[in-house]
C-alpha cells in the first residue's frame, strides 16, 4: 500500500468511526430508555474484515442479530448482535413491564425485533442527519444460530467497512455489539458528504 493510499484509508476510517460512534451513543440512549433509564455503557467503535468481526465476536458462541437494510443505500445494513444468554436477558428486562400472562405469551423474537428497529433506526436517524441524507431502514430480519456463521452469512463482501461498538448494560451483566457495516461505495461516499457537510 502507498502511503497516499494508506493515508486516504486512515482519513475514511477516522470519518467512519465518528459517525459510528454517534450512531452508537444514540442508540445506547434509546435503549436505556426502553429499559426505564438503566445505565448502558457503549465503547468506541473498531473497525474489522469480515473474519476478524466473526472471530472477535467468540467463534462458537449461540445468539441472535437483528438486521436493518439501508434504504436507499445498496448493500449497506445496521446490525444488533447478542448472545443466547443476553438476548433472553433482554428479552426478560423489555417484557418487565407487561402483565405477567401477557409477557408469558410474549416470543423473544418479536420483543427483540421490535426494540432492535427501534434501536437501529436512532441510530441510523443520527447518522444519516449527520451526513445530510434522509435513510429509511427495512423491516428487521431476525438472524439465529453461531455468531461467527451470522457474521459470515449477512456481512459476506470483504470490501466492507464494519464499525463494531460493544454495547453493555449493568456493567457488562447484559451485552451485545452494535454493527454498521457499508458497502465500499457508501461509505466513500458518506465520507465526501461527512467533508462536505463538515466545510460548509
Known amino acids: 500500500m ?11 476510517l477516522d470519518i467512519l468511526r465518528e459517525i459510528a460512534h454517534i450512531g ?5 440512549t434509546t435503549l436505556s430508555t426502553l429499559l426505564d433509564k438503566k445505565r448502558c455503557n457503549v465503547s468506541l467503535p473498531t473497525s474489522f474484515s469480515v473474519d476478524d468481526a466473526a472471530h472477535w465476536m467468540n467463534t462458537d458462541a ?4 437483528i438486521e436493518l437494510l439501508i434504504r436507499p443505500l445498496r448493500g449497506s445494513r445496521w446490525m444488533f448482535f447478542l448472545d443466547k444468554s443476553s438476548a433472553e436477558r433482554l428479552a426478560k428486562e423489555l417484557t418487565a413491564k407487561l402483565s405477567p400472562a401477557t409477557a408469558r405469551h410474549t ?3 418479536s420483543t427483540l425485533l421490535e426494540s432492535g428497529n ?3 433506526s436512532a441510530y441510523l436517524s443520527a447518522v444519516a ?13 431476525w438472524h439465529q444460530g453461531r ?38 461505495a457508501d461509505a466513500k461516499k458518506i465520507v465526501d458528504q461527512t467533508t462536505a457537510v463538515a466545510n460548509s
Open 2 to 12: 502507498t502511503a497516499a493510499l494508506e493515508s486516504e484509508v486512515v482519513q475514511v
Open 24 to 28: 452508537a451513543g444514540h442508540a445506547s
Open 62 to 65: 449461540q445468539g441472535v442479530a
Open 107 to 109: 416470543p423473544v423474537e
Open 118 to 120: 427501534i434501536i437501529g
Open 129 to 141: 442527519r449527520l451526513v445530510g441524507e434522509t435513510w429509511l431502514p427495512s423491516v428487521p430480519s
Open 147 to 184: 455468531l461467527d456463521d451470522i457474521v459470515r452469512r449477512t456481512l459476506w463482501s470483504p470490501k466492507d467497512w464494519v464499525m463494531m461498538s460493544r454495547i453493555s448494560i449493568d456493567d457488562n451483566d447484559l451485552w451485545g455489539y452494535l454493527v454498521l457495516c457499508l458497502s465500499d
